[in-house]
């Protein structure tokens, strides 16, 4: 970043917020006039990481790339420890293995169907360490604020598509599923464990969707199945333009609840990797989504819970994520 940014960085956070416009000289003397508009600044806080042209990117756009943060060792580690889950050499509790809809062979067990997403992984130790590397925390913090939660935890194993494209993820917003506000204190950290490209299912945004407002969701009409909760923005506007992620192992997009995205299906042979985390301020609370758009997750997570473990109404939406969330910076205040 300029020097003239530096310093308008610096008049803009002692600013009146009643003042239209700041000036300040650049290193040549010349005045450059800036206009301030506070509501520009809204869904990022200043904590001297994030540039003052990253933060204007994410005020836009709602996701920002920060290429090579997490470590390629790291990254391994993740990958040992997902390569043991899906050998059964280790289970832990609460961890949700999600098997293509389409495919019959594993990776790497024999006869099993390959596992394309495991979730809640909370309770293993070195797989839980991706949400607390001091690297990810401390960029999570210019989105939510200094107390953190962990709230959801995935890892996503896109498969070679079996040809019916259900390794494709419909558009979506990733608040549908959260029973938990204010809407921007709640931010995805979400990192390539292998080079992500187009040929193999990279994240694809429509930027600048997280102004809007959370939409009705469910599973599109695809010819050839859809993902169990895979589901998809009703009515998206199909002209919008669609930036597409590609991405560097290591490399970390955090980005905004609301903002749409999905990703495409993956036409190599190869399973593409990327593990993530939705963090949430400790300060939030849970809301009742009774007659909202978001009842029909609720449904569908009540079903599995009573299939699973047998539960009908003993255990509420919001306490699915009681449980599941995990304090990982400050106080764990009301989530
Ligand atoms: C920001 C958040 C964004 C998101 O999280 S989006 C995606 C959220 N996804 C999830 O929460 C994962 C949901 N998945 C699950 O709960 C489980 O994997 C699922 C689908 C219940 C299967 O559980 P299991 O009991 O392990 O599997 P199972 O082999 O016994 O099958 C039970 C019945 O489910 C069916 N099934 C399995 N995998 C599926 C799939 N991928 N899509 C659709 N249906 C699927 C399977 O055919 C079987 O059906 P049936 O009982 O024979 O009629
Ligand atoms: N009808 C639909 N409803 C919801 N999401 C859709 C629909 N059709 C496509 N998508 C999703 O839109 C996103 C973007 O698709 P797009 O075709 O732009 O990218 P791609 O398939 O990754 O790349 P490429 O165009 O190179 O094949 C993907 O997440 C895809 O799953
Ligand atoms: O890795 C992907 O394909 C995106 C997954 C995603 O957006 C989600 O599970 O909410
Ligand atoms: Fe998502
Ligand atoms: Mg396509």
């Not at 290429?67 to 050998?87: Q, W």
């Not at 599923?177 to 187009?198: G, H, L, N, Q, S």
């Amino acid at each position: 970043m300029s020097r003239a940014a530096d310093r308008l960085k610096a008049v803009l956070n002692h600013l009146d917020p009643s003042l239209a416009c700041v000036r300040a000289s650049n290193t040549s003397g010349q005045t450059i006039t800036h206009t301030y508009q506070p509501h520009n600044l809204r869904y990022t806080n200043d904590n001297d990481l994030l540039s003052l042209d990253q933060r204007l990117f994410y005020e836009k756009n709602g996701f920002v790339v920060i290429k090579n943060l997490v470590s390629k060792e790291d990254i391994d580690r993740f990958r040992g420890a997902f390569e043991r889950i899906c050998r059964r050499e280790v289970s832990p509790p609460g961890l949700l293995v999600m098997r293509d809809v389409a495919i019959a062979n594993s990776e790497f067990v024999p006869d099993q169907k390959a596992v394309t997403k495991i979730q809640d992984y909370q309770e293993d130790p070195e797989l839980f360490r991706y949400c607390t590397l001091p690297e990810v925390l401390q960029y999570v913090e210019c989105f939510v604020g200094e107390d953190i939660m962990a709230m959801h935890t995935m890892l996503i194993n896109k498969p070679p598509d079996a040809g019916k494209k259900t390794s494709r993820h419909p558009l979506h917003q990733d608040l549908h599923y959260f029973p938990f506000r204010p809407v921007d204190k709640i931010v995805c950290a979400w990192t390539a464990m292998e080079r992500i490209t187009r040929q193999n299912g990279c994240l694809v945004v429509l930027p600048g969707t997280h102004t809007g407002t959370l939409k009705e969701h469910d599973y599109p009409e695809w010819e050839g199945g859809v993902n169990k909760m895979y589901h998809g923005v009703r009515d998206f506007d199909p002209e919008l333009p669609r930036a597409h992620l590609e991405m560097e192992k290591g490399d970390t997009v955090f980005f905004h609840p609301l903002l749409i995205h999905g990703s495409g299906m993956n036409q190599t042979t190869g399973f593409r990797k990327a593990i993530s985390c939705h963090y949430a301020s400790a300060h939030c609370f849970y809301i009742d989504v009774k007659d909202t758009t978001q009842e029909n997750i609720e449904e569908e997570v009540r079903q599995i819970a009573e299939r699973k473990y047998g539960v009908t109404d003993a255990i509420r939406f919001q306490d699915t994520w009681a449980l599941r969330g995990r304090l990982v910076k400050g106080e764990r205040v009301s989530l």
